[in-house]
T-cell receptor, first 115, second 110 residues
C-alpha cells in the first residue's frame, strides 16, 4: 500500500509564495499528481511529475524526487482564489489485474490565503 | 467536466436499502474509479475498473460492489446502506497522464 503525508493546514498572505510538501512511500511508482479542490467542488488537475525535477506551469510549480519519496507544490503570487485544499496523489501499479493502476491520495492540505 | 457525469447529484436513503450510483463517460477511457471523500480521511479508493468487466478492489471496498458492462458506464452499488456510508462519492476517469473527476454525489443514509 501507500503512505502519503502532507500538512493538514497552511496559511499564507496574498501576494506571497507558499510551498506545500508531500512525502510518500510506495512500490511500483508511476507518477505523482497535485490537485486543487475548492470547498464543495470536485478536485481539478494541477500538475503531474513522473521524472525527477521541477515542472512549471504559470504561477504553480511542482517538484519531484523519487529517491527521497518527496514532492512539493509551489504557489507564487498568491491570490485569494487560491484558498482551497491541495491534494497530493501517487499512482502505482499494484492491482491484481494486468495493467491496472491505482491513484492514492493524501488527506489534503487546506490553504487559507489572507489579505 | 462535460466528459464525465455522475447521477444522482444528491440522494437521501434509509439504512438497509440498496443504492446504485452511476458514472457515465464520453471519453472512451479505459480506467474508471470510485472514491469516497470524508473529513479527516481525504479521498479513498473504493473500487476501480481497467476495462469492461475488469474491476478490482480499493482501500475501502467492504459493503460496496461495482459493475462495468460498457466502457462508458461504471456503477457503484451499496448493497445495504449504513450510516457509515454517508459521504461524498466521486467518480474519476483516466486517460493519458490526467485524471478527471465527476461533480460528485452527496449521499446521506438516515
Amino acid at each position: 500500500g501507500q503512505n502519503i503525508d502532507q500538512p493538514t493546514e497552511m496559511t499564507a498572505t496574498e501576494g506571497a509564495i507558499v510551498q506545500i510538501n508531500c512525502t510518500y512511500q510506495t512500490s511500483g511508482f508511476n507518477g505523482l499528481f497535485w490537485y486543487q479542490q475548492h470547498a464543495g467542488e470536485a478536485p481539478t488537475f494541477l500538475s503531474y511529475n513522473v521524472l525527477d525535477g521541477l515542472e512549471e506551469k504559470g504561477r504553480f510549480s511542482s517538484f519531484l524526487s523519487r529517491s527521497k519519496g518527496y514532492s512539493y507544490l509551489l504557489l507564487k503570487e498568491l491570490q485569494m482564489k487560491d484558498s482551497a485544499s491541495y491534494l497530493c496523489a501517487v499512482r502505482d501499479r499494484t492491482g491484481s489485474g494486468a495493467g491496472s493502476y491505482q491513484l492514492t491520495f493524501g488527506k489534503g492540505t487546506k490553504l487559507s490565503v489572507i489579505p | 467536466d462535460a466528459g464525465i457525469t455522475q447521477s444522482p447529484r444528491h440522494k437521501v436513503t434509509e439504512t438497509g436499502t440498496p443504492v446504485t450510483l452511476r458514472c457515465h463517460q464520453t471519453e472512451n477511457h479505459r480506467y474508471m474509479y470510485w472514491y469516497r471523500q470524508d473529513p479527516g480521511h481525504g479521498l479513498r479508493l473504493i473500487h476501480y475498473s481497467y476495462g469492461v468487466k475488469d474491476t478490482d478492489k480499493g482501500e475501502v471496498s467492504d459493503g460496496y460492489s461495482v459493475s462495468r458492462s460498457k466502457t462508458e458506464d461504471f456503477l457503484l452499488t451499496l448493497e445495504s446502506a449504513t450510516s457509515s456510508q454517508t459521504s461524498v462519492y466521486f467518480c474519476a476517469i483516466s486517460g493519458g497522464n490526467g485524471y478527471t473527476f465527476g461533480s460528485g454525489t452527496r449521499l446521506t443514509v438516515v
